[in-house]
Every structure is written in structure tokens, then in C-alpha cells.
């Protein structure tokens, strides 16, 4: 198995160019080296209010409060309230909540992106807000792709990753991973929540399916390579999702209970592929999945809300060190069993770096300066987090705004 992983390393090197040779070799040569002094010096600096702020990465909505949506969001990433409202600049109230509440990062949807002109409009008011937010997005290429599948953007289409994956070409990845990144860096995203890692083995999969590149790991883990390659060469920084694997379930986490019922060995054997291989290339952010594995935690909670996955796993059997992103927590698999408040310190405890889309960002947020303040959680555990998430601004470029 360890030369069967090496051989798919050499061919993800031959078909990403030179470049990959300065990347696949750890987690820090993938990156510009970020002076350590600097992070400590910012992180100083910085608030209790400050640093919650970075930990939380949220829909353009959750900064409206005059907004309430009560349903699990879609794949689309949208409910049908939300999908009228058809929220596409900052306005006013937003910008009265951000004073209080800063916030690490945006992610737009569909529904937020009307054409080129408009994307850079919101683009640049995003970037005045308080916490210097990242601007990501799910564009995945495929199903999930939220301006490719925007009639008013003249961007290349793709069939889907599946698509891709049954050429066993790992070129292809990396062209659809760079064309995705190229036109993603020039309207001014940051982050792209893509590629899928996942192996698709559940033939009964309802929200997978060909988002993944293959049923077969072998298969699989050299795209996601390849295409997280192609992603960063065009100046954005992936993701890959969705830990420790969403293709063997049934179920849809977006509006409920799902798992897998495979033992911890049986995923080194196959999920586990694709993101040791990720993990060894260098990505910078792994997203966590709502599945409940029962025959790994030991009980039905969710992966995200797990530290035997997070910590104990991921960080520990793994040797993962970099950031740590749930999915999005205001999707079934989640509201359905916990409240904002619970939901959002259970995932920092269990080990999580970044707090994705809670359905209340102002109650998440307040639960999250509460634990601190109560003892539940400690000021040096949120240190934990914003170190690594500074670090990948500064890596990016994007300095919070005190700093400019």
C-alpha cells in the first residue's frame, strides 16, 4: 500500500509540472514560510472578541438580523426564504452587526452572485468589514458550482469530478482545478471548498455521487492532488472535504442523520487514502463531515462534534496541523440534535478550527465568548485556532485590517 501512495504522488508531481516539487514534500513546504513572531505579534494584539471573530466563517445573511431562516439548507447552499431575499450587497444593518461581531470569513452561494459587476461590488464591501473576512466559496465544478452554473459568467464547464476521475488522467484534474481557480482568483475569492476527497462507494449515495472522482481510491487520491494543485497555482487555496468520508452513507447531511458503518480500518483501506495523500501535499484546510461512525467514535454523534475523529484521529494518528473547517452547521445533520450555542463550542471542543455557517452567527458567537468567559473553554485553546488561521492569512496576503 505505502509504494501503491508513492507511485500516485509521482504521477500527481509529473502531470502538476515543477512547481509540485517545492509542495508534496510537508505541510510547510507548501506555503511561504510565515515568521511565527508576526503571528504571536498579531495574536497579542487582538481581543477575546477579535479572535471569536476568526473562528467563524458565515453566509452574508448571518450578518443581517432581521433575517431568520429556520430550514436545513440544500446542497445549493440556500433555503426558499433565503433564495427570495436574494441578499447581494452589504447594507446597512450588516455593517451594525459586523461593529460588534467581526467575522473570519464569507462565504457567498448562488443566490448572493447576480453577474461580474455585482460580484465585485459585494466583493469590495465584504472586504471593508470588520475581521478582514476571506471570501470563499463552493465551486466545486460540476453540480456544485456556484457561477459556472450562472448563465451571466462565460466560464469553462465541467461535466462533473466523476467525469474527470473515469479519464485516469490527473491532468485533467489539475486543468479543471486551475481553470476553476484562475477565474475564481480574478473576481477575488480567496478560498474554494473543493475538491471532494471522498471515494464514492456507496452506490446508494444521494448527495455525493459524481461530485467524488471515483469509487476507487487509487483513483481517486491522485485527482485530488492534481486538482488541488491546479487550484493553488492560480492563487487560491482549496479544501478537501468531507472528513473522514461522506461517500459510503446513504443519508444527506444536509437535512438529517447519516453514517458509516465502517470500522477505523476499513477507512484506512479506502477513505483514508485520498486524505493522507492530501494531508501529504499540504493542504491547508480539511472540512469535516456530519456523518455519525458509530464503529469509530463509539457513539452517533456527528464526525464534526467528535474529538476522537478530530483530535484523536485527523490531528493525532494522521499528523495533521493545519486548519481544521466544519461543514456547514446550519444543515440538518446538526440542527436537528443541537442548538447554535451547543453546536458551535461542541465543535471547538471536539477539536474544529473553523465554525462554518451556524444558522445564528450573533447566538454562536455569544455561546463561544461565554465558554471562554465560564471556563468551558479556555482563551489558549481559541489561541489554538486563530494562530493557524493568521497564518494562513498571511499567507494569502489578507491582514486583518488593523494591520493595513
Same mark, same amino acid.
Given at each position: ?96 452587526? %459586523?461593529?460588534?461581531?467581526? /467575522?473570519? *470569513? ?5 443566490? @448572493?452572485? &447576480?453577474?461580474? =459587476? ?83 462507494? %456507496?452506490?446508494?449515495?444521494? /448527495?455525493? *455521487? ?5 469509487? @476507487?481510491? &487509487?483513483?481517486? =487520491? ?183
Amino acid at each position: 500500500m505505502k509504494q501503491t501512495i508513492k507511485l500516485w504522488m509521482l504521477a500527481a508531481i509529473l502531470t502538476c509540472g515543477a512547481s509540485v516539487f517545492t509542495s508534496c514534500t510537508s505541510d510547510n513546504d507548501d506555503n511561504p514560510v510565515v515568521p511565527t513572531d508576526e503571528v504571536e505579534a498579531q495574536l497579542q494584539r487582538m481581543t477575546l472578541r477579535e479572535k471569536v471573530g476568526q473562528l467563524f466563517y458565515v453566509r452574508p445573511e448571518c450578518l443581517d438580523t432581521t433575517i431568520h431562516f429556520n430550514q436545513p439548507s440544500s446542497i445549493d447552499g440556500s433555503t426558499d426564504d433565503i433564495k427570495a431575499i436574494k441578499l447581494q450587497a452589504v447594507n446597512a444593518t450588516m455593517k451594525g452587526v %459586523n461593529e460588534k461581531y467581526p /467575522v473570519g *470569513g464569507i462565504i457567498l452561494y448562488a443566490h @448572493n452572485i &447576480e453577474d461580474e =459587476a455585482q460580484l465585485a461590488a459585494f466583493i469590495s464591501q465584504i472586504r471593508s468589514l470588520n475581521g478582514s473576512p476571506l471570501l470563499c466559496i463552493d465551486e466545486e465544478g460540476g453540480r456544485v458550482a456556484r457561477i459556472a452554473n450562472n448563465a451571466n459568467f462565460e466560464v469553462e464547464k465541467f461535466e462533473s469530478m466523476g467525469a474527470i476521475g473515469a479519464t485516469g488522467d490527473p491532468q485533467n484534474a489539475y486543468h479543471c482545478g486551475n481553470t476553476i481557480g484562475t477565474y475564481l482568483h480574478r473576481y477575488g475569492f480567496d478560498i474554494d471548498f473543493a475538491p471532494v476527497a471522498d471515494v464514492n462507494t %456507496n452506490p446508494e449515495n444521494i /448527495v455525493i *455521487g459524481a461530485r467524488a472522482f471515483s469509487d @476507487n481510491p &487509487e483513483v481517486a =487520491a491522485p485527482m485530488v492532488v492534481s486538482y488541488l494543485q491546479g487550484l493553488k497555482d492560480a492563487g487560491v487555496t482549496g479544501c478537501i472535504k468531507h472528513f473522514p468520508g461522506h461517500g459510503d452513507t446513504k443519508a444527506d447531511t444536509h437535512y438529517g442523520y447519516a453514517q458509516s458503518l465502517k470500522t477505523w480500518n476499513e477507512m484506512l483501506n479506502c477513505e483514508m487514502i485520498t486524505f493522507k495523500v492530501g494531508i501529504q501535499w499540504g493542504t491547508q484546510l480539511i472540512m469535516t463531515a456530519h456523518i455519525a461512525a458509530p464503529r469509530v467514535i463509539g457513539s452517533d454523534i456527528p464526525s464534526t462534534m467528535s474529538s476522537v475523529i478530530l483530535q484523536d484521529k485527523l490531528r493525532g494518528e494522521l499528523g495533521y496541523r493545519n486548519i481544521i473547517i466544519t461543514d456547514a452547521m446550519e444543515m440538518g445533520a446538526i440542527t436537528q440534535q443541537y442548538s447554535n450555542a451547543v453546536a458551535a463550542v461542541g465543535t471547538l471542543q471536539a477539536g474544529a478550527d473553523i465554525v462554518l455557517g451556524p444558522q445564528n452567527f450573533v447566538e454562536a458567537f455569544d455561546a463561544v465568548v461565554k465558554a471562554v468567559d465560564d471556563g468551558v473553554l479556555t482563551e489558549q485553546r481559541i489561541d489554538q485556532s486563530v494562530r493557524r488561521i493568521l497564518k494562513l492569512k498571511r499567507q494569502i496576503g489578507r491582514l486583518l485590517q488593523s494591520e493595513t
